[in-house]
Structure formats: structure tokens, C-alpha cells
């Protein structure tokens, strides 16, 4: 007596074939999901190419990071309404008249704030270096910022600065109010570039 093996009926195929489909487009979804999340959370940028920005000044004068290429840029985040960005305001702009001869740029981007209230501090601080509303936070989205004060140090070649200092913190952003020696340090290493 010999047996014989037979398939499976047409329709359990192709049930089958479906389930495996669907199943592959789960898949997927959750693929596309875990990346998604892995990338909202992976924190401020620390490394690498400096993202691509236009940030146009309260006086009207555009900046645009490839057009800026063989210049040292300190790009720092703040906001009126943020305390700790009154403490480093003065440090930014001692540095921006040290520096600004060297061809040092420092920018200021106003993060969620008014107008009216960002030129006040402006004045208050006295600043004369560029500043200029991150309009839709597209600059903060970019650089991933976790709030203000937070500050990039963009070397010549438009890559963050790279290393670790001796305290263990990557060189090419600092999160919080930054003090005013870690500034002149990290201009002084982007200069030597």
C-alpha cells in the first residue's frame, strides 16, 4: 500500500501566502518605528558634518553654514526667558570681541521666544554679534538641541569640533550655560584647525 503526500488545498495556500504578507508589512512597520525612535532619542549631535542652516539676524543679514566654510562658528542656542542663558551672555560677547577679528563668527539662534523679548536681552547684554529667531525650530530640530543654553563649536571644514576633553565631554557641543573658559578653549582649538 503505498501513501500518498498531498498539498495543501488551494485556499489554505492561499490563506497562507496572505498571512505571510501581512506579517512581512509588520515587520516593516515596526522596522520603520524602532528607527524613528531610535533617532528621536538619540540626543544632541556631538560628532560629525555640522547640519545645514540659514539663519537670517534681527537686522535682516542671512547666514548660511556652507557659505561659511573656513570660518570657526560658535552656534549657540538661548533664549530671553531662560535663566541660565543670562549667566553665559556676557561670555559670549567678550568672546565675539576677542575673537571676531580672527574670523571667529559667533551666532545666536533665539530659540522659541518673541521678537519684542529677544531684543531686549539682546540690548540688555549689549550683544553685537549676530542673532536671529530659529523660525519653526528648524535649526534646533536639526542639531537635536535638549533645550537652552546649549552651544555647537563648528570647525573650518563645517564638522563639529572633534575629542573628548579631560572631563570627559565631546568637544563639538556643550549642554548648558557654558563657562566662559570652556569657550575660549574650544575657539582657541577650532582657530589651530
Not at 50 to 59: I, N, Q, V, Y
Not at 120 to 148: C, H, M, R, W
Not at 155 to 167: F, S, T, V, Y
Amino acid at each position: 500500500m503505498s501513501e500518498t503526500v498531498t498539498s495543501a488545498p488551494p485556499k489554505r495556500r492561499g490563506a497562507l501566502i496572505i498571512f505571510g504578507v501581512v506579517v512581512a508589512i509588520l515587520l516593516a512597520l515596526l522596522a520603520v518605528l524602532a528607527i524613528a525612535v531610535q533617532q528621536r532619542g538619540a540626543g544632541p549631535l556631538a560628532s560629525g558634518s555640522a547640519p545645514e542652516f540659514t539663519l537670517t539676524s534681527f537686522d535682516g543679514q542671512k547666514f548660511t553654514l556652507s557659505e561659511l566654510r573656513g570660518k570657526p562658528v560658535v552656534l549657540n542656542f538661548w533664549a530671553s526667558w531662560c535663566i541660565p542663558c543670562r549667566d553665559e551672555a556676557p561670555a559670549l560677547q567678550r568672546a565675539w570681541e576677542k575673537y571676531k577679528d580672527q574670523g571667529v563668527l559667533i551666532l545666536g539662534v533665539d530659540y522659541v521666544d518673541t521678537d519684542a523679548d529677544a531684543k531686549k536681552f539682546i540690548a540688555e547684554f549689549q550683544q553685537t554679534y549676530p542673532n536671529g529667531a530659529d523660525l519653526g525650530t528648524k535649526i534646533s530640530q536639526a542639531y537635536k538641541i535638549s533645550g537652552v543654553p546649549e552651544t555647537y563649536f563648528i570647525g573650518k571644514d563645517g564638522k563639529l569640533l572633534p575629542g573628548i576633553d579631560e572631563n570627559g565631554r565631546v568637544k563639538g557641543n556643550w549642554i548648558g550655560p557654558l563657562p566662559e573658559a570652556v569657550l575660549i578653549a574650544r575657539i582657541e582649538e577650532m582657530l589651530r584647525q
